[in-house]
């Protein structure tokens, strides 16, 4: 089994629609939790952390779930803009990345 | 521009040759790691440092890859006896210990 597993997509959606992505680890003491963007030919990009209580930064939110192992981010109202792949990070000791989701939001 | 910086950014060799990378990291970044990334899939880990201090190694790395990072501050990445194989972008990044990761824009390799 992979450290950490997303579904790698494509998610394609219209714009104004909610999507969500998941991200399961294999590693329960993992400590720290992110989600990541990457545009095309780009590096990552700290997107934002996940907290144990879950929290919000705008249409973004993410959330952790410990007994299942797993983390989630929830785009509302998707952008055009936000058309990239999303990479969940997740630090026992060191940062590994999933294999990461695509998303294409279409006008 | 204080980011982390890479070099050199794209680099063609045949098989068989050795490369080395450098990855200069934000000054203050205790932290510093090295990923590879082929199209289509995400960072994958190949080591990291704390300070000077390799302190994890991927299973997944053969001997043929080592990085050092002398004096705490900048790093290097070399790759022995190339295969076609190792053709892809390497990452380096740099944190304050296990917080956000800063992204250098990597160095692309193609081994012909």
């Known amino acids: 089994r992979k450290e950490v597993e997303q579904d790698p997509g494509p998610f394609n959606v219209p714009e104004g629609a909610t999507v969500a992505f998941n991200c399961t680890y294999s590693n329960s003491a993992s400590q720290s939790f992110f989600w990541y963007r990457q545009d095309c030919r780009k590096e990552p990009k700290l997107l934002m952390s996940v907290y144990s209580s879950g929290n919000e930064d705008g249409r973004f939110t993410a959330q952790l779930n410990r007994a299942s192992q797993y983390i989630s981010l929830l785009i509302r109202d998707s952008k055009l803009s936000d058309s990239a792949t999303y990479l969940c990070v997740v630090n026992p000791n060191d940062m590994r990345f999933g294999a990461g989701t695509r998303l294409t939001v279409k006008p | 521009d204080t980011g982390v910086s890479q070099d050199p950014r794209h680099k063609i060799t045949k098989r068989g040759q050795n490369v080395t990378f450098r990855c200069d990291p934000i000054?203050?970044?205790?932290?510093l790691y090295w990923y590879r990334q082929t199209l289509g899939q995400g960072p994958e880990f190949l080591t990291y440092f704390q300070n000077e201090a390799q302190l994890e190694k991927s299973r997944l790395l053969s001997d043929r890859f080592s990085a050092e990072r002398p004096k705490g501050s900048f790093s290097t990445l070399e790759i022995q006896r190339t295969e076609q194989g190792d053709s892809a972008m390497y990452l380096c990044?740099?944190?304050?210990?296990?917080?956000?990761?800063?992204f250098g824009e990597g160095s692309r390799l193609t081994v012909l």
């Open positions: 000054s203050e970044h205790n932290r």
């Open positions: 990044a740099s944190s304050i210990a296990a917080l956000e990761l800063f």
